[in-house]
């Protein structure tokens, strides 16, 4: 078998790859909706892999692994790794989770991820508010994660939140020393949606990036007592392309509260550092940006050899993006806590991807399934109506 194409189209909002083959069998690869304007960065790569089995998973990826790095590049390179699995997996009859060592379990826990509610202002009852819908969902969440600080609206709502020129750019620009105000806060509005979820909800803070190293300790240390899931990309983070894992390493040691970070992150090479350091307790690398399902599943189990959890991102990865999702979840090692779940935004997604659960998740978790591949496909016909324009021979 032999790859004969490489394509990219947007779907909606979310990109998807697409690899063709001489033997009639395609793959497909999810891209976060985030980026849009991906499409070159993924057909960078079309004449490296052209005429390699497809099979060769990590064959092929050798060819174009080295070629890329933080987002988009790393985005492009994943997409194609998940598109070659599918295939590979198609090609044996198999679900890609028997090609990756088979299951650890059957059904894989998920948090709230892309369900998220508006909130109504930025005041300690409004998140409790929030949470509280969060909580009310037919997904019946067992974790739920709430942005807070730099990673929500109370820099920019928040009067004197923080010593700093407030950013008219988007992406999470803030970076400062919190105010006290800012900082008690803060811990308020954490105190608020701990006392809606209590011991029944486990409560994920998204922090940042942009805390500095003494309000992140201050931070942490204050809702020791509150037992929360974790806090998540305090220093760095969302479109910051380095690590600082002694800065993390600073923190984890001076608290209990978990603290998170990956999601970012292109490559196990760029992972060593904060898990031989133990610098965080928790990683949590997106297998649309970390270079794929093995990349993450190795990831994972060198986490698990120095006491690290794994807690998947994929907000913004879409239905493509869940399967992959699902079938590299199932094959982790028991450090594995939940991945981030991601929705489909239009509605009409739905009704072009076939082979998902009805409904997806319930009370928590998402049944693995066994088809071939990544297990679902598109409905051509139906999808064919929402290809943009150029694109109509994405499906040929």
Not at 13 to 38: L, M, Q, W
Not at 249 to 276: A, W
Request: glycine share 10%; net charge negative; charged share 20%.
């Amino acid at each position: 078998m032999k790859i004969t194409d490489l394509k990219c189209t947007v779907i909606g909002n979310y990109p998807i790859v697409r690899i063709t083959t001489d033997a009639g069998i395609d793959g497909f690869g999810p891209v976060e909706s985030y980026k849009p304007y991906i499409k070159p960065h993924v057909l960078f790569y079309r004449d490296m892999i052209l005429g390699e089995d497809p099979t060769n998973v990590e064959r092929v990826m050798q060819r174009i692994r080295r070629m890329a790095s933080f987002k988009p590049w790393g985005s492009a390179v994943s997409a194609i790794e998940i598109a070659l699995w599918d295939i590979a997996g198609k090609a044996a009859n198999l679900p890609i989770y028997k090609l990756l060592g088979g299951k650890v379990r059957d059904k894989v826990r998920v948090y709230n991820g892309a369900i998220r509610f508006p909130m109504d202002g930025v005041e300690p009852q409004h998140f409790a508010e929030n949470v509280a819908k969060m909580k009310e969902s037919k997904e019946n969440f067992s974790i739920i994660k709430q942005g807070i600080s730099f990673h929500s609206a109370m820099a920019r709502d928040m009067p004197d939140y923080f010593y700093g020129e407030l950013s008219g750019g988007g992406r999470h620009p803030n970076r400062g020393l919190l105010t006290p105000k800012g900082l008690n806060y803060t811990i308020a509005c954490v105190e608020a949606m701990k006392d809606v979820l209590g011991d029944e909800v486990g409560l994920a803070l998204d922090c940042g990036p942009g805390m500095t190293v003494t309000d992140a300790v201050r931070l942490a240390q204050a809702v020791e007592p509150l037992n929360v899931m974790w806090l998540e990309d305090m220093v760095t983070g969302d479109y910051t392309p380095y690590v600082l894992a002694d800065l993390y390493r600073d923190i984890t040691m001076k608290t209990s509260t978990p603290i998170h970070t990956g999601e970012q992150i292109y490559l196990r090479q760029n992972f060593v550092e904060l898990i031989e350091k133990q610098a965080v307790n928790i990683v949590g690398p997106d297998p649309c940006d970390v270079g794929g399902l093995a990349e993450l599943k190795w990831i994972a189990e060198y986490a698990d050899l120095h006491g690290i959890l794994m807690a998947p991102h994929g907000t913004g990865d879409g239905l493509i993006g869940l399967a992959a999702l699902v079938q590299v979840s199932a094959t982790l090692p028991p450090n594995y806590i939940a991945f981030e779940y991601p929705v489909a935004r239009p509605e009409w997604w739905y009704d072009i991807v076939d082979g998902l659960p009805d409904p997806i998740v319930v009370d928590s978790y998402i049944e693995v399934w066994d088809r071939p591949g990544l297990g679902v496909t598109f409905n051509v016909e139906k999808a064919k109506q929402y290809l943009p324009t150029g694109d109509s021979d994405f499906f040929d």
